[in-house]
């Protein structure tokens, strides 16, 4: 095994510190990745802090990875040293189960594993993120950058790019379609653009007057106050399909009022129980609530292809690692538009006894 520098959490609430860990020596299939950025996820910050009662210390997150092909194992051979490489929330599968086998191995029946806090699926011991400097990852699980694709904005495609590019490809939106996102952070922002690229005609529903402008200059057509009961009583039965990107508990009966006959709200933000749902809203217009988590490796590719074909980046602040406490803290404040990603160039210059 090799050590290599990274940033990591002892413990719930502590800031994250430089250390050095230990990557695991090559196995066949697997791709070694010199990091060059990570990218910020709110889940991160979940994880660091233990909200979701599963963290296992010392905890390194990052799983918006992107890098250089570093080593590759024996019987690699989609890739070579040099390559331009990304890896998003999950390193492995069971590869066995009917959602593996179509491409959907976040919906593993065995539970994928995550790229941090997770379980190795050989040694048991936790998975280790991409705040660090190397990576080890097998093959299956290593996606390839597109020349066109700009590597520092890549990042953040690999977990709220999915995230939302997954149920907008399942529910058929393209050129026609009505389309509203509510909430304008990370997710949505990324769906707002990814929308538009797609062809749909894009609202942006939100409760603050003072993001309109913002909204309208990622491509939305419009944009509805959910405060405002008449601008909301009038946009009822309007859209084909919303995205719900709120990640917390909230009321979803108001924005199902805005479904059209057949219509989809597919919640991608909120992991924990929502307020009770009245079931008219559901019946009398044949709506329907879906959920989505993250994608797979072949939509993940999709996706980073798409981007570069048509120059969809998400918008970036580029952080040092040594602010990376800093970029928490302005994070969890909803202080940036809309995600961090690390130059990890910059762990480099960080010193550790």
Known sequence: MTRYKAFCACEAHAELTPTRIERRNLRADDVAIAIDYCGICHSDAHTVNNDWGSTVYPCVPGHEIVGHVAAIGSDVTRYKVGDRVAVGCLVDSCQDCPSCDSGNEQNCTKGPTATYNGKDRHTGETTLGGYSEHIVVREKFVLRVPAALDMKYAGPLLCAGITVWTPLRRHGVGKGSKVAVVGLGGLGHMAVKLAVALGAEVTVITTSAGKADDARALGAADVLLSKEPKAMQGSANRFDFILDTIPTKHNVNPYLTLLGRNGVLVLVGALEPLEAIHGALLVLNNRSISGSLIGGLPATQEL???????????????????????????????????RFVIDMASLRNVEID
């Open 304 to 338: 980073l292809d798409f981007c570069a074909e048509h120059n969809v980046l998400p918008t970036c602040e580029m952080v040092d690692v040594r602010d990376i406490n800093s970029a928490f803290k302005r994070m969890q404040a909803n202080d940036v538009k809309y």
